[in-house]
């Protein structure tokens, strides 16, 4: 074969064939990858049934060296009032709902529907979910994975140790203080296991956004919703179900 019959063979356009077999293989190898990637949190869900759970904002900081305050406390040596100030200012269907309560969901949907403001419908369950596996993604496609991944925690944990893991990981402070006992010691100079009803509903107060509202130094409007979530943990309507054996 001489020189030119090489040249004319390298210079020959490449198959079709093998080009659309190179990239279906492509598109199969990432889609097995994105597939394993989603199947994760539904494997280790059922694992966090025992165990300190570390969370995505914890380990997010910790890796870019901002300061992390968490020190694990048992749910049993939890002040009661905290859960049921938690429950009362987060989730009140906690105790009805099996990871996603749709009744809140369809208020949202009509609600913006009818030119409202979009407004949160997560519960406490989807907050684990989002905390311990989704934190990084945006909302838009957070949303339809966090649905059926609140589910399935619902379904393989108990709700009191949903609470557990749920009062461990929520951020409770303004300079990385996680968890009810690092928020407590933070706020009020003293372990969760010492909280009593007002401080646990101040606590409750500031979920939303630790860093602009305060429980230490509590202003009005904390204030204001710390006594509404006193008088719903302590009403009649809120049954302690995580204390029930699943």
Known sequence: MGISDKWRRLSAPKCPLASETADL???RTISLIVLLALLVPYVLAPLYRVGQVVSIPI??????????????????????ALPRAVVAAEDGHFCKHHGVDWG?????????????AIRGASTITQQVAKNLFLWPLPGPIRKPLEFPLAMWI??????????????????????GQFG??????????HSASA????EAALLAAIL?????????????GVRRLAGTYMARAQGEGLRQCWGENR
């Open 59 to 80: 380990a997010w900081r910790r890796l870019k060296g901002a300061p992390v305050t968490r020190q694990w406390i048992a749910f049993e040596e939890i002040s009661p």
């Open 180 to 189: 009810a006992e690092a928020g407590s010691v933070y706020a009020f100079g």
């Open 104 to 116: 809140a969901v369809r208020e949202v949907v009509d609600d913006v529907g009818e030119g409202g």
């Open 25 to 27: 293989r492509l598109a």
């Open 195 to 198: 909280l009593s009803p007002r």
């Open 154 to 175: 619902d379904f393989t944990l108990p709700k009191q140790r949903i609470l557990e893991i749920y009062l461990n990981v929520a951020e409770l402070g303004p300079s």
């Open 208 to 220: 939303p956004n630790p860093l602009k509202r305060s429980a230490r130094n509590p202003g009005p």
